[in-house]
């Protein structure tokens, strides 16, 4: 359905409330965004030990892309914010740039023949979708007034539910609905696995590509400043010490939200890096990589990775109204928890079919952290740097990612005995402890209101006149 563009004359104190379709066209992108996320999180460790990786050394090899990401995140929110052309826009020429290529890591990712092979694509490859993703964070804080970004997120959480989903189910369906083989001989990655690959490059590309087409942003409410600091900080050097000199001057609220990403985040790398061995070990009862009784339990992965991710689009879209009766930080505190527990729960599982209740709790996680954070956050945030401080923001995501990769593995090997359903239990115990650290945060646009009906994105109040509602 066509929808009108958003017109670029608002200025930044005065952003007009947007309609469904609108909301929409510019969430579209994240599902493709997620395609290229799922793949990676339900399949690499599999593609790793096909290529002969041991569990223990599993965390070590996904090291190298948090630490790129660490220096292309905040740099490509900087050069986002001092970008604009009149046709281009602002966020969407990284969009596009991080569609291309991270659409051909996609394609050549399950066609390695050795380990160091797979280890620098999953390196390409993560850095080319956050060139993509770290600019949508920007664009909601830069189109929605106040009151829609809480909308805002959650769509864009229902878009990478929906396509982790389909993602993460491709190649079990590709096997069961069209008898695409799921094994292969050692060394070798199973051609549904390949065939899922594929899919997901196009669909990354596909989706990325709506967003950019169909969607709108508003120039610098002063060029002429905009273009003057532009002309001070002109310079390869300049750009790069202006992206990283402000990290020591974050928000209160970001430096509180930072501790809380630290911990929820560590859970959920614990979760994508240890979940294929634990499973295929601890319910299989195989490590063998070649066997059809492995490949069965990685291909139950991706299902259950399907099924927090559905469970996530649902839950985004009623986070709104718990969020509005509760407050945001009591929201979120209850989620994490709930994905905690979920987490833990995998030990006491015997029956592969009992995995999935585990994933309704991490589900309702998953839509919270990928919604609540970023919606206390963009209120904190100056306009002129929305762009940059998302891309710092994503530092505490990539920190966890890089202390997973040089703890995780000890842990697991000298600790647990090489029993990866234990790293399961130590991440469910820090999504909880991040729970708990939410209620400390300061969140100055979550005050309570009297109680009248919220808006949310879908219901046909949308496009009404409302009392503003900071939560929403």
């Known amino acids: 359905m066509a929808s009108s563009p958003v017109v670029a004359t608002a200025s930044a104190r005065e952003k007009p409330r947007l ?18 996320f799922a793949l990676q999180n339900a ?36 050069l986002s914010d001092r970008t604009w052309s009149p046709r281009w826009g602002r966020r969407r020429p990284f969009f596009l740039i991080g569609a291309v290529l991270a659409s051909l890591a996609l394609l050549a990712m399950p066609n390695v023949t050795a380990l160091w092979m797979a280890a620098g694509m999953l390196w390409i490859m993560d850095s080319s979708i956050n060139i993509s993703m770290e600019p949508f964070r920007a664009l909601v804080g830069d189109l929605l007034p106040s009151e829609q970004r809480t909308t805002g997120f959650a ?79 002109a310079g ?83 986070l709104p109204y718990l969020a509005r009766a509760t407050s945001r930080r009591f929201t979120h505190m209850l989620c994490l928890v709930a994905g905690g527990v979920g987490l833990i729960s995998i030990y006491f599982i015997q029956d592969p079919n009992m995995l999935l209740l585990s994933m309704l709790g991490v589900g309702v996680a998953w839509a919270s952290i990928l919604s609540v954070p970023y919606a206390m956050l963009a209120g904190a945030l100056p306009a002129n740097k929305m762009g940059y401080y998302m891309g710092v923001f994503n530092f505490f995501i990539v920190i966890p990612q ?26 469910g115990v820090s999504m909880i402890i991040s729970g708990l650290l939410t209620l400390r945060v300061d969140d100055a646009d979550d005050v309570r209101i009297p109680a009248k009906e919220p808006v949310v994105l879908g219901t046909p109040a949308y496009d009404a006149p409302v009392e503003t509602d900071p939560r929403l």
Request: a negative charge; aromatic letters at 18%.
């Open 236 to 318: 390869f050097f300049n750009g790069v010490r202006e992206s990283f000199a402000g990290i020591f001057a974050m928000p209160k609220t970001m430096r509180q939200l930072a501790l809380v990403q630290f911990f929820s985040w560590l859970a959920l790398f614990s979760m994508w890096i240890y979940t294929t061995p634990a499973v295929t070990s601890h319910i299989y009862g195989t490590t063998d990589a070649t066997s059809k009784l492995y490949n069965e339990g990685a291909d139950w992965v991706g299902i259950c990775f399907a099924v927090y991710n559905g469970v996530s689009a649902i839950a985004a879209l009623l």
């Open 155 to 233: 769509a864009q959480t229902f878009f990478i539910g929906v396509g982790a989903v389909v993602a993460s189910s491709l190649p079990w369906m590709f096997t069961n609905w069209f008898d695409v083989p799921n094994t292969a001989p050692a060394g070798q990655i199973p051609q549904s696995v390949k065939y899922a690959f594929y899919m997901g490059g196009a669909a990354f590309f596909l989706a990325v590509l709506w967003t950019v087409l169909r969607t709108r942003e508003y120039p610098p409410e002063n060029m002429a400043e905009f273009e003057e600091e532009k002309r001070r900080n």
């Open 19 to 36: 309609s469904f379709w609108q909301i929409w066209n510019m969430s579209f992108g994240f599902l493709g965004i997620q395609f290229g």
């Open 402 to 427: 890089v202390v997973a990769g040089l703890i995780l593995g000890f842990f697991t090997k000298n600790v647990f005995d090489g029993e990866s359903v234990y790293t399961l239990i130590l991440g």
């Open 43 to 78: 399949n690499v460790s599999r593609i790793f030990e096909t290529m002969g990786a041991d569990a223990d050394n599993i965390a070590f090899l996904w090291l190298a892309a948090p630490v790129t990401g660490m220096l292309v995140q905040p740099i490509i929110g900087y």
